[in-house]
T-cell receptor, first 112, second 118 residues
Framework: AQKITQTQPGMFVQEKEAVTLDCTYD???????LFWYKQPSSGEMIFLIY??????QNATEGRYSLNFQKARKSANLVISASQLGDSAMYFCAIGSASKIIFGSGTRLSIRP | DAGVIQSPRHEVTEMGQEVTLRCKPI?????LFWYRQTMMRGLELLIY????????DSGMPEDRFSAKMPNASFSTLKIQPSEPRDSAVYFCASSLRGGIGGKTYEQYFGPGTRLTVT
């Protein structure tokens, strides 16, 4: 069985600051993937970044990076130089083979 | 490239009526997923298909819900009869299928169908 936990229901961050969204997981699968999605107020789900369990380096995509600590079973999302448009819900997810399980999400609000 | 297409985008219906939601996955993707999102329960996986075959329908809430995927480019989620508690946003997503022990591919979501049952 797989489990994803996001302990921060909401966060407020000043524009241009970096922000870290927490995510911990549990799985018995030796091979899995970790994902982050963004859901703005308009409702669409946008894929941000992926980390494979066997990847040696932390994934990066532009201003997004994934702080993957396998021993601690954590996969935190780091957004550098936050922008007003980053205000949204952020979901962490874990998957193996095909199925992906999503966390409960963190609502990020960026203050101007 | 066209993303995942869902129709209708909004549906308002009366309790007891049949509702059919439609999804066209991204061409070349061989896994398709139906999700339901509510404020109370978050994002729930209802069912997913690999190569048009239902693999896991344990998330389907009850027999009123059914899903089909007659071919690689089309899927439906049907609710019959609908109830007010079915009101939610229903997402369809598609991805490539990774083998066991291999890469799990990211899912691409459609815009969702906002269903309101009165």
């Amino acid at each position: 069985a797989q489990k994803i936990t996001q302990t921060q229901p909401g966060m407020f961050v000043q524009e241009k600051e970096a922000v870290t969204l927490d995510c911990t997981y549990d799985t018995s699968d030796p091979s899995y993937g970790l994902f982050w999605y963004k859901q703005p107020s308009s409702g669409e789900m946008i894929f941000l970044i992926y980390q494979g369990s066997y990847d040696q380096q932390n994934a990066t995509e532009g201003r997004y990076s994934l702080n993957f600590q396998k021993a601690r079973k954590s996969a935190n999302l780091v957004i550098s130089a936050s922008q007003l448009g980053d205000s949204a819900m952020y979901f962490c997810a874990i998957g193996s083979a095909s199925k992906i399980i999503f966390g409960s999400g963190t609502r990020l609000s960026i203050r101007p | 490239d066209a993303g995942v297409i869902q129709s209708p985008r909004h549906e308002v219906t009366e309790m007891g009526q049949e509702v059919t939601l439609r999804c066209k996955p991204i061409s070349g993707h061989n896994s398709l997923f139906w999700y339901r999102q509510t404020m109370m329960r978050g994002l729930e996986l209802l069912i997913y298909f690999n190569n048009n075959v239902p693999i896991d329908d344990s998330g389907m809430p009850e027999d009123r819900f059914s899903a089909k995927m007659p071919n690689a480019s089309f899927s439906t989620l049907k609710i019959q009869p609908s109830e007010p508690r079915d009101s939610a946003v229903y997402f369809c997503a598609s991805s490539l299928r990774g083998g066991i022990g291999g890469k799990t591919y990211e899912q691409y979501f459609g815009p969702g169908t906002r269903l309101t049952v009165t």
